[in-house]
């Protein structure tokens, strides 16, 4: 098993990729593999690494893009004998091999650690994302505050999220202290490959930020992608309440939900 290749596929997953992990479970006859040989396949089919090339590994790759889309790992078994035109191989035997998922895990993104931070970052939690705070005040940006955050980038909110790795797994909340800070913050990482951006604000403070940077030369489907005012209009005013709206339109954003009830008439 190579070390570079699981290297190189640990990288991929970290960047916010998924990956299929292929690993030959069982070979009989002439396969052109023997156990344990391990392969990677990214969504769009990029491979690291060769299962054996050929028709069986043309399979095996459309069996991994599958698994990707529908996100579940799985066992698959292909046949090698001369009989099997699908394959088109000419040499005989079967392999069995197991595809693997491997997920990114979420990251949730607060931009800002006041009041509504923290109520965000314990139902964030519970769904299971990494939490990453920026602050650049130390009161609001420690352990003894988050203690359940994975990441706390204290300093110069612009300067820490132009260098933060911003990928499609990201969600990002603008949640700062002040107008002039939330407008930074999105001018910053309005470009990124975030699943989902939303700022906090009342309508009328929105619109401008929205239209001072369309003065500025943002293109308009791109500020279209910004949820703001954020979250989802469940009622309450507590801090609580609007942490639990946040999460429940990032949840609808990033898993294409449908804002219905379910209630039967």
């Known amino acids: 098993m190579s070390i ?24 009989c006859g002439s396969s052109p593999r023997g156990e344990g040989t391990i392969m990677g396949v990214l969504r769009d089919g990029t491979v ?6 050929g028709a069986v590994e043309d399979e095996i790759i459309k069996s991994s893009i599958e698994a990707i ?34 997920m990114p895990k979420r990251k ?14 314990f139902i964030a939690n519970v769904l299971g994302y990494d939490i990453v705070v920026f602050e650049d005040r130390e009161e609001y940006c420690n352990e003894e505050r988050f203690k359940l955050a994975d990441e706390l980038l204290l300093g110069d909110i612009k300067e820490n ?52 940077l369309l003065d500025e030369g943002f293109n308009k489907d791109l500020l279209n992608k910004v949820y703001a005012p954020i979250g ?12 639990l709206s946040i999460m429940a339109e990032i949840s609808l954003v990033v898993n294409n939900g449908k804002l219905a009830h379910k209630k039967l008439q």
């Open 161 to 212: 999220l132009k260098k933060y790795p911003i990928n499609n797994q990201c969600s990002i909340v603008i949640i700062t202290r002040g107008h002039f800070h939330d407008y930074e913050a999105l001018k910053t990482i309005i470009d990124t490959e975030a699943n989902y951006i939303g700022m906090i604000g009342s309508k009328v403070k929105v619109k401008k930020t929205i239209y001072k």
């Open 4 to 27: 570079t290749l699981l290297e190189e596929v640990n990288e991929q997953v970290k960047n916010g990729n998924f990956v299929a992990l292929s690993i030959i479970t069982k070979a």
């Open 69 to 102: 889309e529908t996100q579940r790992s799985g066992r698959y078994e292909y046949s090698l004998n001369e009989a099997n035109k699908e394959l088109n191989m000419v040499c005989g035997g079967n392999i069995e091999v197991y595809i693997k998922v491997l």
């Open 232 to 243: 989802i209009e469940l009622g309450g005013e507590r801090p609580e309440d609007i942490a």
């Open 48 to 53: 690291i690494g060769t299962i054996g090339g």
């Open 108 to 121: 949730l993104l607060i931009v800002g650690g006041g009041h509504i931070a923290l109520p965000l970052h």
